[in-house]
């Protein structure tokens, strides 16, 4: 609300449209298209939120007609507008709709998740080319370095392995990346209606998030797949245990945070622990997942029992 009381939702949601309709003249500007598809995603999510089709309608037409006029007919840029521009469209006319916003924010990452797959099945010719393009340029600069012969191939070993996972769990993390921009949307909508305090339902308190624990099996079928499977199948594996164990990680961060609240452990030493789990990075992240996973089975912070209390 403006402090004369007049409800301003409707002039931001005409501020939403310059949002929609600059993005897709960003898409291609290294770092600003991320700022401009954040834009974007919330601006969907805004309008689908308050209802405000009209608006909404605009704003994707006149976003996909500037998208032509700048792309012209490649597909693939259609899909990568499809990316953060639908998810957010979805999710938000899901809660206007009433749904659970749990329930409609997995509606909207699994949404965000396969036009991302989508999305990697039109670029993964050129996305691969232009990873062995990079291999191709490093191995060349590494072999002109006055060094040891030695430091050289153990060097061109771990470029190797870094470019080959590149390519090879570059579908898993397109799909975080659409679900990241999903969340973020969402965190934005949210700070938005608690400045001009509006009443809209959350997500939950962070600290009782958790994984279901039927993901525990999903999980295991996952490994089996990963260790019985052929090659193709290992590879879809590899993406599904980066999705999961993400979760897994996020959900880990939430029993990590429940047990310093429930201990008071000051600020200043809140971020000394975690900054030590950014320090250890992968180790970290693993310990986080391993934690999430664990808890998803044993629920040590009771959250079913609280959630049918």
Known sequence: MHPNGQDIRPLIGYCCLPLLFVFPAALLLPVINYLASIAAVFAVIYLAYNKMDILLTIGITGSLVVLFLIHGAAVWMYAFWGVSVIPGGIFGRAMASGINPRRAMIIGMITAMVLSIILFVMIREPFNESIDAMSSYAMTTLQSLDTS????????DNF???FEMTKRLAPGFLALNGVAFLFIG???LKLLLDMLRKFHPG?????????PQAFIYVT?????LRLIGPDL???????????????????GFAVIEYYLKKIRLSIVLKVLLYLGIAFLQLPGLILAAAIGFLDSYFDFRKVRARLIG
Request: net charge negative; glycine share 6%.
């Open 186 to 188: 969402w965190l934005l």
């Open 220 to 224: 295991g079928l996952i490994i089996l």
């Open 149 to 156: 012969e030695a430091l050289k191939a153990d060097l061109a």
């Open 203 to 211: 997500l939950g308190s962070f600290i009782y998030w958790k994984m």
């Open 160 to 162: 190797e392995s870094v």
């Open 233 to 251: 199948v290992k590879i879809f594996a590899d993406n599904a245990l980066l999705l999961v164990g993400f979760f897994y990680a996020l959900f």
